[in-house]
């Protein structure tokens, strides 16, 4: 019988299949933790006296509430003492239990996101979970990666298997030949804005076509990374000689490594099988994608005008942004632009960014924030001098964690503020009460960043 990548992975995970009574009992094969998450779940743990059930197939990152800063006499400056005693916690915990942390002394450290991948832990074929939404990146390796709440967590810290219903299989094909300066954030963006944040939901999608094919992985986990936007738990792309090709060498990888990759290439959707659903984009038809309200399925290509509102929430969405149907989108005054987050954190992206700010300059009355993913990614990206051209420009270089994405670590923007960011969400208040975000690309930050206001990238003349 024909399979799909999503049904051969699940196949190869499950311990009892479900039934008309009861969820089917999966394997966890990675389990991620970080400092919010988590503390509840050990609690627990303790409380009933249970071990860790594999702590060898659990790794445990802080990222969330961690300073991006260092004060001169090397402290941290922590936002809260809650946010530190979050850190503190996650790191005796995962001590006591026995599992690999990637702390302050790591060079591995990093957004849980960024991190697993970088270790190799991240492979296909396997179930990951974590408690947090963006689990959805790992899907990139052709894995079924899902966010699951803290009780949940416990429940995998205990037995290593989750209960859960199979979710139908949508199919989402880009295919053609995307347009010089579209990139993969701007692909996601516009097939959220295509099917909507509900339009996932009950799905497993599955990213086909030969844009993802010839994507790179930090392309392919900026995709997977939104899945959980548009409302499907998890999304995939089938591995193949870009995904093997990434992997090899990494610390987690199996030692037989020829033989992992042909199995893992064996785990592509077979000829003819049959999705739930299929959705099908053109790539010439994407252009660089910018958002205009308050969810990520609120968006449109950078050189449209704001549509106008189709209910009142649209219309409570534009009075939040202070934006007006009609307007252009371009041209909008940029207060702040964070570079950064489990989406658009790593070295293209950095590297895309430092691009546009080679030998130009922030535009005064910006502040732009660059938050590399992991220690790795700040290390790389120092030794290719990315961060003398962002500090050229005027930009801040931080340490890695996920920053002014949510605000957990006290890096946010003032009310008002308007902020191009690279992240995932443009929810009112995210990056701090009464901001209003703006999702784009790195190279679409950068723009903006550069120019003051919401500017085409591809507009962009010779620098100085
Ligand atoms: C803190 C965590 C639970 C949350 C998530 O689940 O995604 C965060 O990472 C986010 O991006 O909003
Ligand atoms: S970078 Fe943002 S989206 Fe990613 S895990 Fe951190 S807070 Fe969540």
Redesign the pocket.
């Known amino acids: 019988m024909t399979q799909t990548l999503f049904d051969k992975v699940w196949n190869r995970n499950v311990v009892v299949p479900e039934s008309d009574t009861q969820p089917a009992t999966l394997y966890i094969g990675l389990h991620l933790i970080?400092e919010?998450?988590s503390p509840q779940a050990f609690t627990v743990l303790r409380e009933r006296g249970l071990k860790v059930r594999r702590p060898d197939r659990t790794l445990a990152t802080i990222d969330?509430s961690t300073p991006t800063l260092i004060n001169p006499d090397g402290s941290r400056p922590y936002v809260t003492e809650q946010a530190e005693k979050q850190v503190q916690t996650l790191l005796a915990n995962a001590k006591e239990y026995g599992i690999e942390t990637h702390g302050w002394d790591s060079d591995n450290r990093g957004i849980v996101h960024v991190m697993g991948p970088e270790l190799g832990a991240t492979q296909p074929g396997m179930t990951i979970v974590c408690?947090?939404?963006?689990?959805s990146t790992h899907g990139a390796f052709g894995a079924i990666a899902f966010?699951i709440g803290t009780t949940q967590v416990g429940h995998v810290l205990a037995n290593q298997c989750i209960l859960m219903r199979k979710p139908k299989t949508m199919a989402i094909h880009v295919n053609g030949t995307l347009q010089d300066g579209v990139t993969p954030k701007d692909v996601i963006l516009a097939i959220i804005a295509k099917i909507g944040v509900g339009g996932g939901t009950g799905y497993a999608l599955e990213y086909c076509g030969n844009v993802f094919r010839e994507m790179s992985m930090d392309g392919r986990m900026t995709v997977c990374n939104m899945s959980?936007e548009a409302g499907a738990r998890c999304g995939m792309i089938a591995p193949d000689e870009t995904t093997f090709a990434y992997l090899k060498g990494r610390k987690f990888v199996p030692e037989n490594y020829a033989a992992a990759c042909k199995d893992w290439a064996s785990l592509a959707t077979d000829e003819g099988a049959v999705y739930d659903k299929e959705v099908h984009l053109r790539a010439e038809d994407i252009k660089p994608m910018v958002t205009y309200g308050t969810h990520p399925g609120m968006g449109i290509s950078i050189d449209s005008l704001v549509p106008a509102a189709a209910d009142d929430a649209d219309e409570s969405a534009l009075r939040y942004m202070q934006l007006k149907a009609g307007q252009t989108i371009a041209g909008t005054k940029v207060d702040k632009v964070f570079i950064g987050?489990?989406t658009n954190s790593r070295m293209e992206d950095l590297r895309a960014a430092a691009n546009i700010f080679k030998d130009r300059r922030v535009a005064e009355n910006v502040t732009v924030i660059i938050v590399p993913g992991s220690v790795l990614v700040k290390a790389r990206a120092e030794e290719e001098g990315l961060d003398k051209i962002f500090i050229a420009a005027g930009a801040q270089w931080r340490e890695a964690g996920?920053s002014m994405?949510?605000g957990?670590n006290g890096d946010i923007g003032q009310p008002g503020d308007l902020i191009v960011s690279t992240?995932?969400?443009n929810f009112a208040g995210?990056q701090g009460p009464g901001v209003r975000t703006v999702l784009a690309s790195p190279e679409t930050a950068a723009a903006a960043a550069v120019t003051g206001v919401i500017t085409d990238h591809r507009t962009l003349g010779a620098a100085a």
């Open positions: 970080h919010v998450t969330h408690g947090d939404s963006h689990t966010g959980i987050s489990c996920c994405c949510l957990m992240s995932n969400r995210r």
